[in-house]
């Protein structure tokens, strides 16, 4: 095999793919028609889980397709067609409807699942690049991601043909998540382990410093606030303590204070502490607690048990 590279400018062999893949998109997209509205309404009034089963290339497609559908409120597995004879036919209920995947719409593997299907009353969806093909005939909805290139050269690797499958497969899940009101709390219930399920599923107090608060006392000099503050490592002070708070200085209160008093040195704290601080419960979902800090456009809150005491301190920028 010859090999090329240096004689061919791979950027706009890159670009070509782009391209193609993306025009094969669009071309999908004028496709669209009442099938896929009806394919999902199907999905929705199903009462078991949603298969998706393919071979080859579009089996690949389909397990990803599938994750998608299970981490978006769509339960779904997936179902390898050539282990489908070997026993797990036998994983289909007859409450299942089924994603079958063919782009030729003449795939062996899948044409001999369509028999059994109809024999235990499923409803089956078939997506492929040929309206015309078997699959497509005895199927109950059929959606179409005929495209008229491929990007590969030889027009021979599976390319915007896959491209158009799975983005049909994410359409079809984002149509779900609509329907189904699929919230943001929902997405983190199946995926705890991610940055968003901790947000939403932890509460404040998990992740607020609690030790070594600095408070400081309203009469405190200008000096002993700028040693709180370095000792405090939070870039602010709290003027009070928990169980009354008069206000908070932060280091950007510290910075505009110099610019605008002469005399800051000599004044009381308190004439250019932030008198209204912002507070939240120690129970506060972290999500909901870093919604608010984004809207009032603050790094830190004060977080305050039952009692109406400062327990904490919460940063929105110590999070990863």
């Known amino acids: 095999m010859r090999n090329k590279v240096g004689t061919v400018h791979m950027k ?8 193609i893949e993306i025009a094969s998109l669009n071309e999908v997209a004028s496709k669209l028609d009442n099938s896929f509205e009806e394919a999902v309404n199907a999905i929705l009034k199903a009462e078991g889980k949603l298969i998706v089963c393919g071979m080859g290339k579009s089996g690949h497609v389909g397990r990803k397709i599938s994750a998608t559908f299970t981490s978006t409120g769509t339960p779904s597995f997936f179902l390898h067609p050539a282990e489908a004879f070997h026993g797990d036919l036998g994983m289909i209920s007859e409450k299942d409807i089924v994603l079958l995947i ?25 997506i492929t690049g040929n309206p015309d093909s078997t699959l497509a005939r005895h ?22 043909s896959t491209t158009a499958t799975l983005v049909m497969g994410d359409a079809l899940a984002i149509a779900l998540m609509t329907a189904r009101d699929f919230t ?33 006392s309203a009469d405190a000099s200008f000096t002993q606030l700028v040693i709180k503050m370095s000792e405090g490592k939070l870039g602010m002070v709290i003027i009070g303590h928990k169980g009354d708070v008069k206000g908070v200085i932060t280091d950007g209160d510290l910075r505009r204070g ?12 308190t004439d250019f502490m932030n008198a209204n601080p912002i507070f939240v419960n120690e129970d ?17 809150l004060l977080i305050k048990n039952s009692a109406d005491a400062v327990t904490g301190v919460y940063q929105i920028f110590n999070q990863v």
């Open 284 to 300: 506060e979902m972290v999500f909901d607690a870093e919604e608010l800090m984004l809207e009032r456009k603050i790094t830190t």
């Open 139 to 160: 199927t109950h909805y059929h959606l179409n991601v005929k495209v008229s290139q491929e990007a590969c050269p030889l027009e021979l690797a599976p390319t915007s």
């Open 102 to 126: 063919s782009y030729s719409g003449e795939t062996e593997e899948i044409l001999k699942i369509v028999p059994y299907l109809q024999y235990n009353k499923n409803i089956f969806i078939a």
């Open 258 to 269: 110099l610019v605008k008093y002469e005399d800051i040195h000599h004044m009381p704290i």
């Open 184 to 216: 943001p709390a929902d997405f983190a219930r199946f995926h705890p382990g991610g940055s968003l399920g901790r947000k939403l599923l932890v509460k404040v107090k998990d992740l607020m410093r609690t030790e070594n608060l600095p408070f400081i």
């Open 12 to 19: 706009s062999i890159a670009q070509k793919v782009f391209d």
